[in-house]
């Protein structure tokens, strides 16, 4: 035995080591040398050094504040890091050097959406639309339906103007306005199923699966299956605001008085209820969890997330990542403390409690891990995997009769998902035959139901 | 694997006294004053002398069916000397407690085997660099040391009376035949043997009784399990002062380093499991089934599964710490571009 063991461990030696040193030892592949320091910090960029990209887009800017490139560069990644007002800044002063660049009024615009400033996106439209011909301008407004199929074809920076009024409608809430814009610019075709083609897209690239699913919302507005997995999928990605209109949508157009029912639980749970989050505060957090999860930049997401704490106090998502931070870097009292601020600031989040139930479990704090759990499964009865982490819990303090019951009901759950869970199922197997072991139960968390995986 | 890589790691199994993975090169001897010291070198004449003889009797076993006689298979097994009991003046220590149950000794094959592993081969690296490396391994994985860490975090779990019904059993002729047991199935030469036996298996299989106590045992004390945790913890350390040390854009957040950590570790549970089997069949070939039973009910009774539970806790944490100093100090005083691949990686390719 003592040499099977060895052997695992000595392959486990050999196996993160080889990983770890091999990855330190990597090459990037050679890249064709930049031909300025502008071009350096663009190819940083595209390479995902993020940080030392805009560190160098910086100095760059500094050295040609006149270079209408080197600014928009610098507030290009300035936004895509969530500086904002250095992005703005710096966005302000290409567009002072370049008052009539289509480019550079596109991108303010977009930026001004990002950042929920509508009627300041709005304005800058009207600047980029005053720039084509009049002619052109006068078919937009204009021409019958059938033509602007190929004037957008024909003219891509008129389609970006209807697509940033799309969202600019869409994220106002307004709904129909937004569906009858697509319909007279042809984004939308009657007659389609978007939804069935949203559908089979469902785990492609994010990008597509967006586009697919927000071309349903606005081609069929009956398709409300459709738009409430939208509203799910974008709460998944991080998208709160428009999630939140989206499952709204959805459950005021079903004719299921069970999914209006579950959508109202799904908003209060899992959306903050009716919690105002500012459009800049959800950027924000969104740009930290890439900043954390993506580059490990834990200073920057860090100072992020405050931030959009502080526009947002009662925003849950920010509290548990600033939780998980803290829980990463070992300090798991820090933790407890930003889970504990996120239940102050949306007693109902699911997902708070579900955070708390597992860290006081690390913690073996069980009587407090199991409080949480059981509201866990209370608010979200669907939650395997937060029921396989309460039978874990129960186990743990011998409370063996109702671990068996809830490992079996969230495997029963389970196995309906096509999610079998071989070792939950063995560990019963073993438990019913020989009772208790020394090892806790196994509790996976299988991703089963499209938004309730990720925040 | 070489006789320097013999070593131990199965603690999980070891620790619940379950066949112990002696390292090959491990010795015990007791000093003038009756101190036990481990060695990975063997006792000199002059330090050594013969274990005192027990001062109290064995108290009585609460296990059933605990027979001490051995059997014939037994018999073939090569004798090996158990701990040997400290003498009771008063409430069971842990110290005593983790000498009863072997639990000491097999640290110090583990940590052996766990230097001799992170040690690179001959030529992998300059001589000053090799100096550094093993002047490391030598200060962190010092056996005392890690040892007080094992102890200390063990005392976190204290039960007074799930310790002195452990200790108990750990006093019993069973136990303390298992024990022995443990160290004779760690002895050089045992893969060989366990390789042997298993082909014995084949045409002459265990009964389905043997087999399903040997899984109710795995099962009850958890050893796969807890070798499994020993694997991540050592890869955890690892991998995180390897990333650590590497260029900024390439290290790895504290959560992907736990995402790796459990590839590992789910990949070397697989592993230990195949094993199990063969391996605690031939390490308790000396077991009667009703001692082997006994043992299962030892294990999973409430004490034994707060012996398990305690220990795995405490190994695990120990370990991580001996294990995340020793790699954070191994890639400061040797840069990782000083480091080649793993020789391991380097003969299989």
Known sequence: MTTHVMRALASAIALTLCTALGAAAQERPAADPPSSDLDRAQAAFQAGR????????????????????????????????????????????????????????????????????????????????????????????????????????????????????????????????????????AIVQPGQNYCAQARERAGAERDEVFRAFRLATLGQPDATDCIWWYGQWLSDEGYVRLGRLMVIEGSRATASAANKESGVRYVRIRL??????????????????????????????????????????????????????AADLGDREGALAWLQRALRADPDSWRTHRNLGRLFEALERYPEAEMHLRKTVQLFGDDAGGRLALARVLYAQGKYDDFAKEARAAVAFLANWRAPVPEVRDFLAKFDRWGPGAALPPAPDPHVIMGWNYD | MTNRTTVVLLLGVALALAPAT????TYRSVDAQGNITYSDRPPQPEETRAPAPEATPVPEVKVPDARPALGAKARDVKASAPPTPIARTGPTKVDELLELSGARAQLVGLLNG?????????????????????????????????????????????????LEATAAWLRS???????????????????????????????????????????????????????????????????????????????LRPGQIEDRVAQVRARANGALREAHMASTLYAYRGLEDEELAAYVLFSASEAGRWYNSAMRKAMVSALGRAVDQTAAELVRAVPLDRWRAPRRLRRSR
């Not at chain 1, 052109?136 to 103007?161: C, G, K, M, N, Y």
């Not at chain 2, 002696?22 to 090169?25: L, P």
């Open chain 2, 114 to 162: 766990l230097a001799s592993e992170l040690r690179p081969a001959p030529g992998q690296m300059s001589a000053k660099d090799q100096a550094s490396v093993d002047r490391i391994l030598r200060q962190v994985l010092r056996h005392e040391a890690v040892y007080a860490l094992v102890r200390d975090a063990f005392l976190l779990h204290v039960d007074r009376t799930n």
């Open chain 1, 50 to 185: 993020h940080a030392e990209a805009l560190a160098s887009a910086r100095r760059v800017a500094d050295a040609a504040p006149t270079s209408v490139r080197a600014l928009t560069a610098r507030a290009g990644m300035a936004e895509f890091m969530g500086e904002f007002d250095e992005a703005r800044t710096f966005y302000d002063r290409a567009a002072g050097l370049a008052p009539d660049d289509a480019e550079t009024i596109y991108r303010t615009a977009s930026f001004a959406v990002r950042v929920g400033e509508y009627d300041r996106a709005l304005t800058q439209l009207d600047r980029l639309l005053a720039l084509h011909p009049g002619h052109v301008r006068w078919l937009f407004q204009w021409a019958p339906t059938r033509f602007q199929a190929a004037l957008l074809r024909d003219h891509p920076s008129l389609e970006r103007i209807v697509q940033l009024k799309l969202d600019i409608l869409t994220e106002k809430g307004d709904l129909e306005q937004a569906r009858r814009l697509a319909r007279a610019y």
């Open chain 2, 173 to 251: 002729p069973l136990a303390r035949k298992i024990v022995a047991l443990a160290i004779a199935s760690s002895e050089p030469g045992t893969e060989q043997k366990v390789v042997a036996y298993a082909a014995t298996i084949k045409t002459n299989p265990p009964t389905d009784r043997r087999v399903e106590l040997l899984q109710r045992l795995d099962w009850a004390t958890a050893a796969t399990e807890i070798s499994a945790d020993l694997v991540a913890a050592v890869s955890r350390g690892i991998t995180t002062a390897v990333s650590g040390a590497g260029p900024a854009e390439q290290r």
């Open chain 1, 272 to 325: 903050g209820r009716n919690r105002e989050v500012p459009k800049r505060a959800e950027q924000l957090f969104l740009i930290a969890r890439q900043r954390y999860l993506r580059d490990g930049d834990i200073n920057g997401a860090s100072r992020l997330f405050d931030e959009s704490i502080r526009l947002a106090p009662a925003f849950a998502r920010p509290y548990n990542y600033r939780a998980m931070i």
């Open chain 2, 22 to 25: 002696i390292d090959a090169g």
